[in-house]
């Protein structure tokens, strides 16, 4: 039986101080799956769009090179450290039509004319995604579109226990997709996309599914596994999944030299997206 959940998830990651070179990071990993995704759900030039759950800017800073100079991007994100990181990048890139609001979707005041809401692991973490999507298409226009991004954890955690997949790459795998778990993440997003959004009153939605895998030594998939371990470590003692002592560092350097020797890959997660335009 699915329970309907009444709080949202605890950000097991937490805040850190090296929050922003994981998050950099994985922006790089995710950027052509999520550009992909955007392109085909209609995001283009001109576009009046809001990034829900901006942390530190990557997708505001992927929107912009879709919407051009004639769009704008406004971000949205409970976290202010991060979007101070944000503005800093936006700044540096020269950018003056991208700009940032710290608040909560769910309660904040803001323009109802947007040709696009999106967003990249935010519902994983929310109570009702549902009610989340109905706020979000308050800010849009008719005809706008919706188009989110999330990691599908059920697969992810599928593909890393199949053969060859390097051993100590499964553990860290349990480890961490349990740390999510113990938090109240949604774990099967992707499979309950077409609920969600037809519950929110919007149009049974595209969808599509996207390894994110890694096989060369140098693939910097290896760099954030090490990042994630490090951030989510504390949870990990706290909610009594992780107990022994554990050398992060030598630790993701065995799975990559075991990827190496098994002329294996790494699976480091699968992304469910899906989109559909607002009706009005």
């Known amino acids: 039986m699915d329970i309907q959940k009444t709080s949202d998830a605890t950000y097991v990651l937490g805040h850190p101080t090296r929050e922003e070179e994981r998050l950099q990071k994985l922006g790089q990993l995710l950027y052509p799956s999520t550009k992909h995704l955007f392109e085909h759900a209609g995001i283009t030039?001109?576009?009046?769009?809001?990034?829900?759950?901006?942390?530190?800017?990557?997708?505001?800073?992927?929107l912009a090179e879709l919407v051009g100079s004639t769009g704008s991007?406004?971000?949205?994100?409970?976290y202010s450290a991060g979007?101070?990181?944000?503005?800093?990048?936006?700044?540096?890139?020269?950018?003056?039509?991208?700009?940032?609001?710290?608040?909560d979707i769910r309660n904040i005041d803001l323009d109802t004319d947007f040709?696009?809401?999106?967003?990249?692991?935010?519902?994983?973490?929310?109570?009702?995604?549902?009610?989340?999507?109905?706020?979000?298409?308050?800010?849009?226009?008719?005809?706008?579109?919706?188009?989110?991004h999330e990691i599908e954890w059920s697969v992810s955690e599928r593909a890393a226990e199949m053969t060859p997949i390097p051993h100590l790459f499964q553990?860290?795998?349990?480890?961490?997709?349990?740390?999510?778990?113990?938090?109240?993440?949604?774990?099967?997003?992707?499979?309950?996309?077409p609920t969600v959004f037809l519950d929110a009153g919007l149009p049974l939605p595209q969808m599509w599914l996207d390894g994110i895998v890694g096989t060369t030594e140098d693939?910097?998939?290896?760099?954030?596994?090490?990042?994630?371990?490090?951030?989510?470590?504390?949870?990990?003692?706290?909610?009594?999944?992780?107990?022994?002592?554990l050398d992060i560092d030598s630790y993701v350097e065995l799975i990559r030299a075991e990827?190496?020797?098994?002329?294996?890959?790494?699976?480091?997660?699968?992304?469910?997206?899906?989109?559909?335009r607002f009706q009005g």
């Open 45 to 62: 030039s001109g576009m009046k769009v809001l990034d829900v759950g901006s942390g530190t800017g990557d997708v505001a800073l992927l």
């Open 73 to 78: 991007i406004v971000g949205v994100d409970v």
């Open 83 to 103: 979007l101070d990181v944000a503005r800093a990048r936006v700044h540096a890139a020269g950018l003056t039509n991208v700009s940032f609001v710290t608040g």
């Open 115 to 148: 040709d696009a809401v999106v967003g990249r692991n935010v519902l994983i973490y929310v109570a009702n995604q549902s009610d989340v999507l109905r706020v979000c298409c308050n800010h849009l226009r008719p005809g706008g579109i919706v188009a989110f």
């Open 171 to 193: 553990q860290a795998m349990t480890w961490v997709a349990g740390g999510f778990r113990h938090a109240g993440a949604e774990m099967q997003i992707g499979f309950k996309f």
């Open 219 to 245: 693939w910097i998939g290896y760099d954030f596994v090490a990042d994630v371990l490090y951030d989510i470590l504390p949870k990990l003692r706290e909610y009594g999944i992780l107990t022994e002592e």
């Open 259 to 276: 990827a190496k020797q098994q002329r294996s890959f790494v699976p480091l997660f699968f992304m469910a997206g899906a989109w559909a």
